[in-house]
């Protein structure tokens, strides 16, 4: 499908199917597959983000170019368009404006079945610690973290920082820098085991990320009761309705302070915090979600 869309873009040269039955409507389940389809008003597109137009820096140019027609070709046809988040709606009306059939949001929803299970520790992780959970990405802001973890002399008090995830765009940079830190940890890809005893174990779940249609990454943390420092006025915020810690994602300083916050917390505090995390993690339930596209598309 990408490759068909590097290459025809919004030609309708070999269109895949046809238009929607009478009555019907099609869901697109990304921007981008619009390209090679036929497009309604009647139909849905879900829409995660829209990064590649609002945070253009973050992506190839290709990527940019292709993202940029689909989404003229939904402003031409304006059918529904469901978000994963008020802040990406936000973002697009910003761009777009709201003459669409609608515009609604339906968040989703934690996976619980993740932090079912035995917890594993990490041999090489002893003490306190800081945690990222996240793909080693350009957008995800490691590098930011990074530089307030080592500004703020963590590893002379005996705090290490455990970053884990697979590898992304950027990854050499943000891999080069944390091995040049003292006190770092990067387990790489870890497996579910191993990341439930991060969660339960961390002091503060760190992410001043750049860009995030969601905020999945916070709401897993809050699950688990651990206190997010995240990007402020961000999809992450968003997601764990206001209780984290929000600091500017480009200042070391903010963000360093803010991991010392974490730190000098009572045993009270830290109850209190981790029983309205989960509190607010509960409420993005599977069943919410599911409800939400049945009322979308069935009308109940």
């Not at 003229?72 to 936000?90: A, C, L, M, T, Y």
Request: proline share 5%.
């Amino acid at each position: 499908m990408m490759l068909e869309i590097n290459w025809l873009k919004d030609s309708r040269y070999c269109l895949i199917g046809s238009k929607a039955a009478d009555g019907y409507s099609r869901v697109f389940l990304d921007p981008l597959f619009v390209l090679r389809s036929e497009l309604a008003e009647k139909d849905v597109v879900l829409c995660h983000d829209v990064g590649p137009l609002s945070h253009s820096f973050l992506y190839d140019p290709g990527t940019v170019e292709n993202y940029r027609v689909a989404y003229e070709k939904i402003r031409r046809h304006r059918p529904g368009i469901v978000f994963v988040s008020d802040w990406s709606k936000d973002n697009f009306v910003s761009i777009y404006g709201s003459n669409f059939r609608f515009l609604i949001t339906i968040p989703l929803y934690v996976r619980t079945g993740l932090f079912d299970g035995a917890l594993e520790s990490l041999p090489a992780v002893k003490g306190p610690f800081f945690l990222t959970v996240g793909a080693f990405e350009t957008r995800k802001n490691q590098i930011t973290a990074l530089e307030a973890y080592r500004n703020g002399g963590f590893y002379k008090q005996g705090i290490k920082y455990v970053l884990c995830g697979s590898r992304g765009d950027g990854r050499e940079k943000i891999i080069d820098l944390a091995k040049s830190i003292p006190g770092t940890v990067l387990p790489g890809y870890v497996p579910d085991s191993q990341l439930r005893w991060l969660y339960a174990n961390a002091e503060a779940f760190v992410l001043p990320s750049l860009l995030e249609g969601f905020g999945m990454p916070a709401l897993e943390a809050a699950h688990m009761g651990l206190l997010p420092i995240v990007s402020e006025r961000s999809a992450l915020v968003e997601a764990v309705e206001g209780v984290c810690v929000q600091v500017p994602p480009h200042d070391t300083t903010a963000i360093g302070q803010a991991m010392r916050q974490a730190l000098s917390r009572s045993s009270s505090e830290k109850a209190q915090a981790s029983r309205e995390l989960r509190d607010v993690a509960s409420r993005a339930s599977k069943q919410r979600f599911l409800q939400g596209w049945r009322s979308l598309l069935l009308g109940g």
